[in-house]
């Protein structure tokens, strides 16, 4: 279950092995837009960062909790007005009950978050 309720949907995930694809759409009616920011809604950072711990405990079909962030890189803004669907991929290595995720968001050609985190299981 999402934590941001209806903020985004799974339009497709396919998993190979340690490799995820997944195509979100986002509700650009979702109220958090209303204070992020009204008039010019942005997709807020840790709401994308969730929505990569989402995808990788559907992935390990368990929860996780982020242990560590290494490399979190914004790099461009996602205006669900503009851009409401995104493409999230995933590199997932688990070892011991962690796992290193190496993930990219983008839109279109424009790359939006590179990530690189452990999740631990919970």
């Known amino acids: 279950m999402s934590l941001f309720?209806?903020?985004?949907?799974?339009?497709?995930?396919t998993a190979d092995g340690p490799k995820v694809s997944a195509s979100i759409s986002i509700n650009k009616t979702h109220p958090v837009f209303k204070g992020h920011f009204p008039n010019n809604p942005?997709?807020?950072?840790?709401?994308?960062?969730?929505?990569?711990?989402?995808l990788a405990e559907k992935w390990a079909e368990c929860s996780l909790v982020l242990k560590k962030a290494r490399n979190v890189k914004f790099m461009a803004i996602i205006n669900p007005d503009n851009h409401p669907n995104i493409q999230v991929e995933?590199?997932?290595e688990e070892e011991d009950?962690?796992?290193?995720?190496?993930?990219?968001?983008?839109?279109e050609?424009?790359?939006?978050l590179k990530f690189s985190g452990v999740f631990q299981k919970v």
């Open 5 to 13: 309720h209806d903020f985004y949907s799974i339009a497709a995930f």
């Open 42 to 54: 942005v997709t807020p950072g840790v709401c994308m960062m969730q929505i990569i711990k989402e």
């Open 90 to 92: 995933l590199d997932v």
């Open 97 to 107: 009950g962690l796992l290193s995720v190496r993930s990219t968001t983008s839109f």
């Open 109 to 112: 050609d424009t790359m939006a």
